[in-house]
């Protein structure tokens, strides 16, 4: 059998053994908008539980507008247009707009990047800047939430008249999904505030995955905190297998976002009768696989439809390699999974250990196998699991221990596709 995975940005195809069961799990979603511009500016005008923008910007002064960065695939470009007309026309001049990277603890855009983000022509008439989570000074401090946590976010968005965040709607591993409230914290948080999110107390909740919104306490202290930062307007939009447009979210920050996720899972969800004996996953190609750090999002998506045990193989380009310092730090240490597990139980949140802390709790479970050819040679020995030179060793790897006839689902997209077994379906959005 032959097909074709999502890899960096050319994609890479492989050939899969004869004897097994294969199914494979296409990234579902709505067909693209045949009008995208028209549903913008339906959505602008006549949005979800608040006013038009156009209205909520009269009077108002300046305006900060929160995007994702390099490693999400948003249509920033297409998007942007429609809401700095609608500032404009209400009387907020393009010198007062500052549009935020939400960087989050990722490294900062580059200039080209930046161009790429929001657009040649907006990057050259408006303020765009990164945030900097490293940077204590430069947020402002507003308090914190019922549970704890210290609540530290830009002052350049805090301190705007008008706050809109602008993104889009995908499975997350560990908030359910994207888009929102996402975009202030982490986004523009301080990384004080985003250690405690990004805590054990958080991470180790069985809520906190992909999927799951009703119940999770991660999603809400996200909700609260951007209450607290005056989070003012969103839009947010769902994308088609393509990238393109599929459907459009404006308006009040939790309603808008609600009516997006309602939209994201009944289109991406795909229910199987029971786990697989191996999956094959990507990290979804480029911006995703980018780094190690993000294509961890390919092995926790699929751990939900595999049995105890078996094998999963993720495959991703990982042309810059591992990831930001502490990450690679923490890579090269060469500890076990349960010893890292065991070690972060209670000691001070270090930056990044989320993302490894997730992969552990599936590693704990699961045999792992890894082709990521851009990781630099010195980390393939600390990987938990086995690092495989080709794709060719990687897929014979996989299929080796595995009965005649055995389940593999084949995942191209990996974390863009949200699957379940009917035994252990998603948590209820």
């Known amino acids: 059998m032959r097909t074709r995975l999502a890899f960096g940005k050319t994609g890479l195809d492989v050939d899969l053994p004869e004897g097994f069961r294969y199914r494979v799990l296409e990234a579902r979603s709505a067909q693209p908008l045949g009008d995208w ?16 923008l156009a209205e909520l910007a009269r009077g108002k002064r300046s305006a900060a507008i929160s995007v994702c960065d390099i490693t999400r695939p948003a249509p920033n470009p297409k998007t942007l247009p429609p809401i700095l007309r609608r500032l404009e026309a209400a009387g907020i001049a ?79 591993l560990m908030l359910g999904y994207s888009g929102g409230r996402k975009l202030i914290a982490p986004g523009l948080a301080a990384q004080e505030t985003i250690k405690v999110l990004h805590s054990p107390r958080f991470m180790r909740d069985a809520r906190a995955v992909e999927g799951s919104i009703e119940d999770n306490p991660l999603h809400r202290e996200l909700l ?17 297998r393509d990238r393109s447009i599929a459907g459009v979210f404006a308006g009040h920050p939790e309603k808008a976002h609600r009516v997006g996720v309602e939209f994201v899972s009944r289109v991406l969800l795909e229910t199987l009768d029971e786990p697989v004996d191996a999956v094959l996953t990507t990290s979804a190609g480029y911006p995703l696989d980018l780094t190690y750090y993000q294509s961890i999002k390919g092995v926790t998506a699929a751990s939900h439809i595999v049995k105890p045990g078996g094998p999963i193989l993720l495959v991703g380009e990982c042309s810059e390699g591992a990831g930001a310092p502490e990450f690679r730090d923490m890579l090269l240490e060469g500890i076990t999974d349960r010893e890292f597990l065991e070690r972060i139980q209670g000691a001070p949140v270090t930056v990044d250990q989320w993302q490894l802390e997730k992969l552990a709790l599936v590693t704990t479970r699961q045999r792992l196998l890894w082709y990521v050819p851009g990781l630099p040679a010195e980390y393939h020995p600390k990987l938990w699991g086995e690092s495989c030179a080709t794709i060719e060793e990687a897929i014979e790897k996989m299929t080796a221990t595995l009965p005649r006839d055995a389940r593999v689902a084949v995942i191209p997209e990996g974390p863009y596709v949200l699957a379940r077994t009917r035994l252990r379906e998603a948590a209820p959005v």
């Open 37 to 52: 511009r028209g549903a913008l500016e339906a959505a602008l005008d006549a949005p979800t539980g608040c006013a038009p």
């Open 224 to 240: 609260e905190i951007a209450r607290m930062a005056r989070h003012d307007f969103l839009l947010d939009v769902a994308l088609a």
């Open 94 to 172: 393009r010198e007062n707009v500052t549009i935020l990277i939400a960087t989050g603890l990722h490294r900062a855009a580059t200039d080209a990047e930046i161009r790429e983000i929001v657009g040649e022509e907006i990057a050259a008439t408006v303020r765009v800047v990164n945030h900097d989570a490293r940077d204590l000074a430069s947020h402002r401090h507003l308090g914190a939430t019922a549970s704890g946590t210290p609540v530290y976010v830009d002052e350049r968005f805090a301190a705007a008249d008008l706050h809109i965040t602008l993104g889009f709607i995908e499975p997350h």
